[in-house]
């Protein structure tokens, strides 16, 4: 800041130390004032003829409605004089940017059904988006997933978190996306031959049809492991524990197992990775009446949903869990606790709901 004397005498921005935030041509755009911005406020509202609103704003490059909120919040009046500290005015802002309002979160009932969805291993978005559901006249109920997320990992003492029953409040840490595998495709793996992904009905593509499924093994310690399929269009989800064997015919055997109470036109086609335990689906096809389909090499998002699925069930049951020492009760829960989570994909319906809806022809509310 310089002071210049003559018929234009005053107060003169230095441009080269006004900071970076200033524009070169003194175009007016929105920023916050610095000290250094309400000094020069300051100096020009205090010369013997104070600088007009118009004119301060011209010299800090900012529009006049800004110097006119600034004047006004900060300006008080000392011996019938209307006077501008800069930096008084500089520390209240700071202390209204800074202070703290109550969250959301805070009350009472709200909360109460947040941290419950939690406990039921719900996202923030399919806890938000279920409270929208199921309160539609009640705003008070209704809270938006980023403020979910901010109460789990922003706050300090006491924080959301702290009042879970649940060991994570969420699944994954993961910030990237995992590239696609670079390696050359598989051979030598006759039983492909004529149920490549290419094979498969074109209904299957778009998930508007139900009745495809996509499957995989999470596999364990002890040859132990679980059989997983997902229904394309529902996202309903089976799961089957393995008898402390992973050959061919017993997953297969399993697999026909899981799928036998299901209505045959919602069992149209099943959609595999190309590991060697389903080698021998052509018996599983004539067995069932469901014929098999093998994803590319290396191209688990052919299966995302399944694959999404394992990672899920990875959450109940990290890397290293033996299933043989599982009880059917508690595989049964896992599956109970994955078909009753409300999705964004579903307007936050269940997929439980959406098989539901398909088996007894009744349509979901809206």
């Known amino acids: 800041m310089t002071f210049e004397v003559g018929r234009h005498g005053g107060v003169g921005v230095d441009v080269g130390t006004a900071g970076s935030q200033r524009p070169l041509k003194g175009a007016a755009t929105y920023r916050r004032l610095s000290l250094f911005d309400r000094v020069y406020i300051q100096a020009m509202w205090d010369l013997p003829i104070p600088a007009g609103v118009r004119a301060i704003a011209r010299g800090l490059g900012v529009a006049a409605s800004t110097i006119c909120r600034e004047l006004a919040a900060h300006s008080f009046e000392h011996w019938?004089?209307?006077?501008?500290?800069?930096?008084?005015?500089?520390?209240?802002?700071?202390?209204?940017?800074?202070?703290?309002?109550?969250?959301?979160?805070?009350?009472?009932?709200?909360?109460?059904?947040?941290?419950?969805?939690?406990?039921?291993?719900?996202?923030?978005?399919?806890?938000?988006?279920?409270?929208?559901?199921?309160?539609?006249?009640?705003?008070?109920?209704?809270?938006?997933?980023?403020?979910?997320?901010?109460?789990?990992?922003?706050?300090?003492?006491?924080?959301?978190?702290?009042?879970?029953?649940?060991?994570?409040?969420?699944?994954?840490?993961?910030?990237g996306r995992v590239p696609a595998s670079q390696l050359p495709p598989r051979s030598s793996r006759p039983w492909l031959h004529g149920a490549r992904l290419s094979d498969r009905p074109a209904e299957a593509n778009d998930r508007?049809?139900?009745?495809?499924?996509?499957?995989?093994?999470?596999?364990g310690p002890n040859n132990s492991g679980l059989v997983t399929l997902v229904e394309r269009h529902t996202r309903y989800t089976l799961i089957g524990r393995l008898p402390g064997c992973r050959d061919s015919a017993t997953v297969t055997d399993?697999?026909?197992?899981?799928?036998?109470?299901?209505?045959?036109?919602?069992?149209?086609?099943?959609?595999?990775?190309?590991?060697?335990?389903?080698?021998?689906?052509?018996?599983?096809?004539?067995?069932?009446?469901?014929?098999?389909?093998?994803?590319?090499?290396?191209?688990?998002?052919?299966r995302g949903s399944n694959e999404n699925t394992n990672g899920l069930i990875r959450d109940f049951y990290p890397k290293g869990t033996d299933f043989n020492t599982l009880s059917d009760a508690e595989i049964a829960e896992t599956e109970r606790l994955l078909n009753i989570r409300p999705r964004a994909i579903h307007d936050f319906h269940s997929p439980h709901a959406k098989m539901t809806e398909l088996i007894t022809g009744v349509a979901l509310a809206p």
């Open 80 to 175: 019938g004089k209307q006077r501008y500290d800069a930096r008084l005015a500089h520390q209240l802002a700071l202390d209204k940017r800074t202070r703290c309002r109550p969250g959301k979160l805070e009350s009472t009932q709200l909360r109460r059904e947040v941290i419950a969805r939690l406990n039921q291993r719900f996202s923030p978005q399919q806890v938000a988006g279920q409270l929208r559901l199921m309160f539609p006249d009640q705003p008070e109920l209704h809270v938006s997933h980023e403020t979910i997320y901010q109460a789990l990992y922003v706050q300090g003492k006491g924080a959301l978190r702290q009042e879970l029953k649940v060991e994570k409040a969420l699944r994954s840490g993961r910030k």
């Open 208 to 219: 508007a049809v139900p009745g495809h499924w996509e499957g995989d093994l999470v596999v």
């Open 254 to 302: 399993v697999l026909a197992t899981m799928i036998a109470a299901l209505p045959s036109r919602l069992v149209t086609t099943i959609t595999w990775d190309q590991g060697t335990e389903m080698a021998g689906h052509a018996a599983f096809t004539v067995k069932t009446g469901c014929p098999v389909y093998f994803c590319d090499p290396h191209s688990p998002w052919q």
